[in-house]
């Protein structure tokens, strides 16, 4: 079990040399790899034993699978603003490597709460939401008050000061008030998306 | 929408008048209520405005409601050690109350690992887990190896010097390296509760 | 200059005796006194030496004033919750020893928040507005995003876990994205109330 | 309504190209922008598309639009040290750019507070007073010390070691005494621009 | 050496017949001893012992021993407000304990400062200075900025909210630009005193 | 005494001057020396004096010294990831220096725990066991679940956000319910050797 | 395996019936029992149902067992002050159930260093070290400085103001340069000798 | 009066440009002047516009001064390792700006332990010392339990891990138990200078 995660290589703390012989590995025994943080040279090194494999730069992920049926479940990626981009693009990724199709509806913070009013319909259409923000991260709380699906809010270190890397914005979605919320780690796009994915299973139960 | 919670009382920063008026309130508009973190004192002025309230001491929990019939998903709660039972029991009462049949595995921490992973079976059975711990916090973690269910870590207060309160654990389960945990605040088995029962709701659509 | 503020006796590491001999002494030289942070055993020890000294238990202040013609300028507080109600009542009291004719709005936070947008007349009418709130502390940042009056945002210790005793909807104040926010201290209702004071000195230049 | 600052651009998270992008499209829209935390890259990509955009290096801003009337009221900038001078020069822009004229008083700090007291006329003046400092931050209890208009406090992380990046500063002003005083986040310069100008607002209505 | 803290107890931490014991012992060998944070239950076990012992309520100490002639050197103790005074008086005790005549000027903080200015005669008397404030703790900078003589900061647990039992106070102090100052540990009372003690050392070599 | 640890150089504070000028102090002192925290520019420099001197560039660590005969006492290092290869890679030059002929076992952490429990003979073959762990850090708690001989933990850096350096991987070492462990610095592998090294002298005595 | 500890209970957060009951099946099932953290009102209910129980007040022990023959290997407990007694109590009861006889040497801290000096021989004798300091927490440095074997550091809670309830101790003994130091959680006195028992059993392989 | 300090500039967060115009000014005024915190960078600008300027780079300051005849007083400067050299030469280099003629015993920590008691006569020379050290911060307390004169600490910021950049240090030395020792900032060896001169200042009386 655990099938999706086998695949993933997480890349930060690796050199690109050993990023690469794992997706190699993972690529040969799998015929499918998914990585992530991973920079231009962490992908340099991929693709040089991977021709086929893609790079997403501003999610950091590189990855090499065949698309299948997509499966059943409709996740739904909502950021505050325009910074909070490269950690949803990460579950965004994420996700369609495990076979979904997410909706998104980025830049939709305090700045652009009426788009987030006008995206009444496309919010409820979702199974589970994903809601990243840094500063404040009063997104996850708002859009938990509107829906009743679950939403997993996802707080990034964008900010500065007393933002304290994301810690503002952590403990924000921990004591929000709305029902319905489970948080993740400080810009961790790609938990977010495994938790989403363990929740859409349920639909296939 | 969101029904389940309008009829949810947080008792601990209100007086016990207080809370007894928003119980009555609530139960002559919805036939029903339940409140939470309700002490003797709270309960004792429930009482005596709603004769059919009971009290769940160690949850600390008060309500009046009919069982309806059981609504389909299971929930399990897990627990580290005996002292976080309260946070589990919370969960509990509050799974009961929106209708659910929670199973539990008390005790099965580090201690009693041998437990968890004897009851492997019961373990697989449900649809989501709520997992608490105090101290250092790594049941989440375990279990979450364990299932390709979501599973909710709720850290609890219970520990001592370096574990500020909660501040360990909760730290430990936002780190997590097992992919499908989504966490809630320190000792909020409410809020967990109201996760779980989100995701549930993917069974009835 | 700084008149309303000579005038005032923080009780709260003060013994009864101390505070009341202050509260007298002030009466004496200005005809009026008011005192914050007011336990039981703080307002018997006033009532003694200033017999018409009156007490408003939950906001836990003790004053003596002849009430004058109202100052121009509306301000407005509102709060989240209801365990919310001492910080604003705090907040009331001094606004009301400075002449002025606050209005309210309690408990309008995310649970009531439809009461904040059906109140949006009254709130449009204030000058200035103290917005207080505890847990997620998000309160402040929706105001500010409705009206371009000043809002003054105090964060209540209110919560429990990750709350660390207010720090959260502290941090959620200071990095709100809404234009036009300046924060005060922890429960701090009589330091919001000073700040609004000053603000609508303005209307009096 | 919140005119002034829908055409502010905040660039830190940006990529150059976002922002100079964003900025061409409020320049279309609006005839006028505003853009903070602009780096020398942000402003030569802005430059492209706005040749007539100009860049204070200093405050780190940019912006391009046709000076107007002066708006009623007076706001003063106040800086403890030299270093404080970005913070201040932000907020500075910003209110040139929202119509007023703000005085200036810069470096009058602990080791020039004779200037503070020498400039004591220039105070009085002010309607609004924005009080930057770091380290220690014991600027604006002082400032607010000596008049009875509104103070904004903005802390900065000019400092080193118990500093912790301007916590010190920002605790010392939400602690202080003297009443008048709302504090912004560490460093937001444009923030504390905005409050005063929500402020200042009184003098129109 | 260091013979005057030889005789000193701390009684915090330990039971009133421990503490009367040790008392008792180094009555026995010195003829004098000091005891600080002692409580009416440790002051009662004291008095059984050595009836002789007289009991400072407020500084929380108690002490037995013979006056001698006055020790060269001008210790002054200046606290911002009245709920510092315990901290004050301990310091106070332990430098009338050393051989010392402590001058003292209480309650001229922020709300006082005039009383500061207008006592700049006394300040300039003292050899060392030893300055005791909560809140924001800005008193010792200040004072550091009138005198050329050593200054001890000393922050005390008095406040609330983000004063955080003291660390407000505490990091102010050690971040002041004024130059010439020492910090103890909040409400180190005999601490501050017995750095005094050892710089009073000075004019007897 | 504490011979081992006299011919140890800490470089990460140190230029490459002074680091390679003690390395030939202690090299022709005791014909041997350690050095740890080692930059590539350090070794150069050590390297110039010392010829023979060897670098371990992951473990960051250079040494030149006879290889002796084998002391008795089996000393085990396992690591939870990749990431945490150069802090065990420091613990096990340390061994090697003083004489131990260390086991490894790394990357057994919660994705490859199966692989520890597959080990469980290696394990138990241990008389000390170093378990070097980041992120959530609980291996050394599985570990210790395991055996009953001595676990030194080591909490390494690696990760992110809340992850705030190592300090949740130390929290949640020092919070184990497992006895028999005992917690060093972040990163530190060589402390976790020299405890390591400590303990294996009871062998010898 | 892990026989010491699994007749040990930890009653901190248990009510007392639910700890005597624990006690009763330990005893019953072993023959002997060890609770920690038990306060009189646990002690009273243990003692009903196990009259032959002991308690140990001032280490908040109870137990009961038959003493065996003393096992190899010498535990010395060293605490800095008076009020380190609890925890140093309870490593020594922790040790004495596990049938070792620990040598002491209490109160050897800083003000009675020389009494540390004085007891080098006994020092010497130790095959393990448990030293026990709060406030600064410099005790296992100077006691690792002295000796070859390994030392226990356990912080404690013991201090005020900037102690911050052990932490202080705590970061001194992880951040000690002095090598063969493994350190464990504020307080836990149990886990220290848990650690020592692990070390001391080398002895009987 | 600080006669001595008006001459003296922190460069640290000033462009070289400002520094130079700076001490330009000061030195035209007073005929000397000393930067402290001077980059390679800063001190170029500085050499442009006074080519007497000397460079310590070692110790980050530049100054341009007469030496005069000594003053009287002896003030010691320790440092624990070799990488707290800069901050004790900057004290020291203000100590001899200021006319003293500081001793100094350097690498004299836990390692070199022995230098320290072996060099007691020179320790016993001083009127006021100034003790610097980073990690655990020990070695004020050490040195205060030697003499009887002032100490000042001085927490460096080197380290790694848990040492939190200087905060273990400095939370050492306000905790300290050895009477005597008042602290100043992390790596502030100018603020530990200027209180040695204020301490030294009663020698001239
Ligand atoms: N962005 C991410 N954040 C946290 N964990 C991740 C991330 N990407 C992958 N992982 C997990 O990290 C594990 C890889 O650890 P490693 O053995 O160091 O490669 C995989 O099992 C993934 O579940
Ligand atoms: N609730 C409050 N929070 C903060 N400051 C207050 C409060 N109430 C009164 N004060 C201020 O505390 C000062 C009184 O300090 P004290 O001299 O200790 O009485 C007054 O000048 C008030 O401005
Ligand atoms: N220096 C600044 N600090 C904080 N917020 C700012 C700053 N400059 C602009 N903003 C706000 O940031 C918002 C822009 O967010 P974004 O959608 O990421 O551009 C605008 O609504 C501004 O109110
Ligand atoms: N990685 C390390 N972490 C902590 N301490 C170390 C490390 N490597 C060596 N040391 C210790 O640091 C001391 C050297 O300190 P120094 O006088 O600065 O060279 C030696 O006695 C070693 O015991
Ligand atoms: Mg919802
Ligand atoms: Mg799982
Ligand atoms: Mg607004
Ligand atoms: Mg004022
Ligand atoms: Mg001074
Ligand atoms: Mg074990
Ligand atoms: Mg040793
Ligand atoms: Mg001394």
Chains 1, 2, 3, 4, 5, 6, 7, 8 share one sequence.
Not at 6 to 28: R, S
Not at 95 to 123: C, E, Y
Not at 177 to 187: K, L
Request: hydrophobic share 45%; aromatic share 6%; proline share 5%.
């Amino acid at each position: 079990r655990r099938k999706e995660f086998a695949e993933v290589i997480f890349a930060q703390n690796k050199t690109p040399e050993e990023t690469a012989l794992i997706a190699q590995k993972l690529y040969e025994r799998h015929g499918r790899f998914l990585a992530t943080r991973v920079s231009k040279d962490h992908f340099d090194a991929i693709k040089k034993l991977i021709p086929a494999a893609t790079y997403n730069e501003r999610a950091q992920t590189s990855a090499c699978y065949q698309e299948g049926d997509p499966r059943p479940g409709t996740p739904l990626i909502i950021t505050a603003g325009t910074s909070d981009l490269p950690v949803a693009l990460e579950a965004e990724e994420t996700l369609k490597f495990a076979g979904f199709k997410p909706l998104t509806l980025f830049d939709a913070g305090v700045a652009g709460i009426h788009r987030l009013f006008a995206s009444i319909d496309l919010i409820r259409k979702a199974d589970v939401i994903i809601a990243v923000a840094g500063m404040e991260g009063a997104l996850p709380s708002v859009v938990a008050g509107l829906v009743s699906c679950p939403v997993i809010a996802v707080p990034t270190s964008v900010g500065y000061g007393a933002n304290f890397q994301g810690l503002s914005a952590l403990l924000t979605m921990l004591n929000s008030c709305a029902p319905g919320i489970g948080v993740v780690n400080i810009d961790n796009g790609f938990g977010a998306a495994a938790l989403a994915i363990s929740i859409l299973g349920l639909k296939e139960k």
